[in-house]
């Protein structure tokens, strides 16, 4: 019996034990956005649907992430609401449930896309390819206002 074993045995496990860390992630990463600090996780206030489209100059950006942040002053129950950017460039966002909405007011948008890239024979996220000011809510200047009901979005266009 031969002691050695090839290449492709040992990026097996090690695929699926990065699969099995970045699904982890993940899902702590969702918790904390959905409740980590900010109210009640059992008093959900009122939602309305919110629907949009992101571009980057033509571009529009599949696979981005965007994250409304309340602005500062928010009632702090109101909760983040976030969304992936299909391939037409839409998005709707999610607070409670998948698609369900935002909360009424006002948020600071931040929106961050992260390629697959392959390392070591994984794919993982590699580093965000979108201007470093729309990752963060301090220095993001993307601004929407939800109101009650159906809420379809001015395209938000970074530059």
Do not use: W
Not at 10 to 31: E, H, T, Y
Not at 32 to 54: A, D, I
Not at 94 to 122: K, N
Request: with cysteine; aromatic share 6%.
């Amino acid at each position: 019996m031969s002691m050695s074993r090839s290449r492709a045995d040992d990026r097996q496990p090690r695929s699926k034990l990065a699969a099995r860390f970045r699904l982890g992630l993940s899902l702590l990463a969702l918790g904390c956005l959905t409740g980590c600090g900010q109210g009640s996780s059992l008093e959900r206030l009122p939602v309305h649907p919110v629907n949009g489209v992101v571009k980057f100059g033509n571009e529009k950006l599949d696979g981005a992430f965007v994250v409304f942040h309340p602005a500062p002053g928010s009632d702090p129950r109101v909760l983040p609401a976030r969304g992936s950017v299909g391939t037409d460039g839409s998005f709707t966002v999610t607070t409670y449930e998948s698609s369900d909405g935002a909360v009424e007011g006002e948020y600071i948008v931040t929106v961050v896309r992260t390629p697959l890239v392959e390392r070591d024979g994984d794919q993982i996220a590699g580093p965000n390819v979108l201007p470093e000011k729309y990752s963060k809510a301090e220095s993001s200047d993307l601004k929407v206002r939800v109101q009650a009901g159906p809420n379809q979005l001015e395209p938000l266009t970074l530059r």
